[in-house]
């Protein structure tokens, strides 16, 4: 099949170039990124792959039938992006799942010791031969209390690595993974007891601002918020209002509510438009990565895999295992 590959990285080539051809796949590279305006760059190709900051709404997935591309791979786990309801009987849609649970639960760990013991302060001090440690001081996470809302293979990934340092461990999910060795409680309880909170979870419309002023207002002074998931499982401005009061003693995001605009992009040259995210990164107590939690070595040749896995599984009119289904 024909693959019209957008939003393209050198990290993408690197997997996708080697396996493509024992698949059969020939893959077009596009560095644009996936709108109703650029779907023409899929004319002759069946197969669209795209990625989280791709738009396919209605607009885009009617512009796709139109050129006779049959399938959406989407080269990730979250779906967010996609109008499922417009491409229902129109295009079928793959994903990835999962590709490595541990590079996204090992990078969140890594922002919240970062976070925590101020290694990026400390970074750049020494860097500048200032080797004063004052206004460095951090807590030891043995014996505190993690709190993970989403118990799919990354949180329990997380969880796991929370267990490692000796901390309690309490988690949310409306479906409870069989063998957790947590504890399950109400999103509001997880909120008051917690000293670390970690997002884990989609993107739905129930987990939609999920942390938000009212369920921050319920947390510990101090607790410190990660986010690997997606931007908008947070409100942004609640967030950034209760750093400014010091409610919340940090926050390590990797991902951002109004990312699309400006993640995966070099924006060094360009005044950013979005004050929010400005003010979040003036702000000592952020650690702020582009959503780069799952760029591992293992994490992308499993995604290629996958990817291309699930299109060879269409071609041969076979169960499409990884179908998101509406």
């Known amino acids: 099949m024909k693959i019209a590959f957008y939003d393209t990285k050198p990290y993408d080539r690197l997997w996708f170039s080697e396996l493509g051809p024992r698949y059969g796949a020939e893959i077009r590279y596009f560095e644009s990124r996936l709108t109703a305006d650029t779907a023409p760059l899929a004319s002759g190709c069946g197969c669209v792959c795209a990625f989280v900051n791709d738009t396919l709404d209605a607009r885009t997935i009617d512009a796709l039938c139109a050129l006779g591309v049959r399938l959406i791979?989407?080269?990730?786990?979250?779906?967010?992006?996609?109008?499922?309801?417009?491409?229902?009987?129109?295009?079928?849609?793959?994903?990835?799942?999962?590709?490595?649970?541990?590079?996204?639960?090992?990078?969140a760990a890594g922002l919240l010791l970062c976070l925590n013991r101020k290694l990026h302060r400390a970074f750049n001090r020494t860097r500048d031969f200032n080797f004063s440690i004052s206004g460095l001081e951090g807590f030891d996470l043995c014996g505190k209390t993690a709190g993970i809302i989403g118990t799919g293979r990354i949180g329990r990934c997380f969880a796991d690595i929370c267990r490692g340092?000796?901390?309690?461990?309490?988690?949310?999910?409306?479906?409870?993974?069989?063998?957790?060795?947590?504890?399950?409680?109400?999103?509001?309880?997880?909120?008051?007891?917690?000293?670390?909170?970690?997002?884990h979870c989609p993107l739905t419309p129930d987990t939609?601002?999920?942390?938000?002023?009212?369920?921050?207002?319920?947390?510990?002074?101090?607790?410190?918020?990660?986010?690997?998931s997606r931007g908008a499982l947070i409100d942004s401005e609640a967030l950034l209002a209760a750093l400014k009061t010091g409610k919340l003693g940090g926050a390590g995001l990797d991902v951002y509510e109004e990312e699309a605009a400006l993640f995966f992009e070099d924006n060094s040259g360009r005044i950013v438009q979005d004050d929010v995210l400005a003010r979040l990164l003036?702000?000592?107590?952020?650690?702020?990565?582009?959503?780069?939690?799952?760029?591992?070595?293992?994490?992308?040749?499993?995604?290629?895999?996958?990817?291309?896995?699930?299109?060879?599984?269409?071609?041969?009119?076979?169960?499409?295992?990884?179908?998101?289904?509406?």
């Open 73 to 107: 791979a989407m080269r990730c786990a979250g779906f967010n992006n996609v109008d499922c309801r417009a491409a229902k009987g129109k295009l079928p849609i793959v994903r990835v799942p999962a590709y490595s649970p541990h590079a996204v639960a090992e990078h």
């Open 165 to 199: 340092f000796g901390m309690r461990v309490l988690a949310y999910d409306p479906m409870p993974a069989e063998g957790f060795a947590g504890e399950y409680v109400g999103v509001a309880r997880l909120c008051r007891e917690s000293d670390v909170l970690s997002l």
């Open 208 to 228: 939609h601002r999920i942390i938000n002023a009212d369920t921050i207002a319920l947390m510990k002074d101090g607790a410190v918020i990660l986010n690997t």
């Open 282 to 326: 003036s702000l000592p107590n952020v650690l702020l990565t582009s959503h780069q939690a799952f760029l591992t070595r293992e994490a992308l040749y499993s995604i290629a895999r996958t990817t291309l896995e699930n299109i060879a599984a269409f071609e041969r009119g076979e169960p499409l295992e990884n179908e998101v289904r509406v």
